[in-house]
């Protein structure tokens, strides 16, 4: 029952923090994390242990699923030079950045223990850096990077976590294992996940039931996860590749699935994320009340140390590996890509750890060298990046004055876009030649769409040639779907999302219009 009245507890402080830190325009993780903190240390609350192995199985499946089905793969292809240089680059190199610290100012860590703290703290994490992300209009570039960096960057952490625990247990492991063991578990994890992601695929477009078909969506992430982990693949990979394939099929299902499976994940990402960071928070209790051979003052300033290495070595990171890297893509490209000073600098500082770090440190064997220390130091690295980075990421936005380069650029996204929109409204009388943005033709959509609706309330138009005008709209709406699937490459992924919705929505309203309860017949 204490465990019952635990989760209603944490509900209703989520709910609280959430709507106070939207009115003190901070991000929710801060709050949440500190709200976790305070819970952590009222008396009439029983003590929760975070199982680290449930954790992950339980948060990061369908957190990371949620992440994929959105991600823009059209982006993260084209910015996959700066996300392999942060995921695995940028891990490598903080993880061995924090490791020559521990190494200094721990007496007596060993190599393993140290390479093991450096392995747990250098992820940011994918649920901390959507949280953050979310409340800030950033060039799609910067989105894409940040976020394509976050769904991958565990796989190498983890490995890297895997093979220092090894070491420690069993002496010593060679450059050449640590490669080819991450080689094998990243490859198990990608088909694993694929093949996860195809079987419920077709299992969706069978089963004619809009809620079983998001019940299956939901479950596929968590057999992915697990199965890759049973069989010692990446657990994280396969959940994203498995989301990703989710994702790519969207558009073959009905509009009102579609429409139902937004809501449902939107709902359940915002309550396994608020958990999530109050968890964090309600740890700190057990993590100090183990800590009895250092003063306060020794904890804070190694927790301090920890953290600062962290986040200077993400910094270094980004700018010694960007310019040479845009060099790179500008080449791949064909084109010229300068990115202004903006680019490296909200990069590096929107490096935010989270729960995969904590429930990675509370999975250290317990007789592991360091083990307190280590998992206290991860906690500091959460908190600090979290709520340093995290509230004043705001005002560097701001400071820089960010713009997106794409946005008013007249390319193949937006011809697509107009054309798509064009065969929704054929034969209606609208024009939409005169956009020259994709902004500008969802523009023209909606205009569209509410002088419709006014002409269908009219009373001068009787039943019969309403219901035919709605008939006709729905064949445009068909029509335009047909041309969104064929053309969705050359869409970014903001744009596809938004169509998507716009038709999605327009198509329930008519259905609803007409007395239709059934589904629309899917593509």
Known sequence: ?????????????????????????V???????????VLAFVPALPHLRLDPELALALFLPPLLQASALRTDWNLFKSNIVFIVSLAFGAVLFTAGAVAFAARELIPGLGWPAAIVLGAIVAPPDAVAATSVLKRFRLPKRIVAVLEGESLVNDASALVLYKLGISAALLGSIGTGEVVGSFALTALVGVLVGLAAGKAANWLMLRLKDRFLEIMVSFLAGFVSYL????????????????GGLIGRAQLRLAARTRLQAVSAWELVEFILASMVFLLVGLQLREIVDRLTEYSLTELLLLGGATSA????????WVFVTFYPASALVAVIRGEPFSPPLSYPTIISWAGMRGVVSLA?????PTNFQGRDLIVFLAFCAI???????????????????????????????????????AAAIAGQGIDTQGATTTDEVLRLFRERKAAATRAATGTDIDRTR???MLRRKLEGIQSARLQLKERRDQLDGETLATLTRE??????????AIGDTGEAEAL
Not at 15 to 20: E, G, N, Q, S, Y
Not at 227 to 242: H, K, R
Not at 391 to 411: C, H, M, Q, S
């Open 1 to 25: 029952m204490h465990v019952f009245e635990l989760i209603l507890v944490m509900l209703s402080a989520a709910l609280a923090l959430t709507v106070a830190a939207r009115w003190l325009q």
């Open 27 to 37: 991000p929710a993780a801060v709050l949440l994390v500190l709200g976790g903190m």
């Open 227 to 242: 199965v890759a982990e049973w069989i010692e693949g990446s657990g994280v990979l396969a959940a994203v590749a498995c």
């Open 309 to 316: 290495v962290l986040i200077v070595a993400r910094i270094v």
């Open 360 to 364: 990675a440190a509370l999975a250290l």
């Open 383 to 421: 908190f600090s990046t979290l709520v340093i980075q995290g509230t004043t990421l705001k005002w560097l936005i701001g400071w820089f004055d960010l713009r997106d380069p794409d946005i008013g650029e007249v390319n193949e996204a937006t011809i697509a876009a107009r054309e798509i929109v």
């Open 466 to 468: 309403l219901e035919a």
């Open 503 to 512: 038709l999605d929505l327009e198509e329930e309203q008519i259905l609803l």
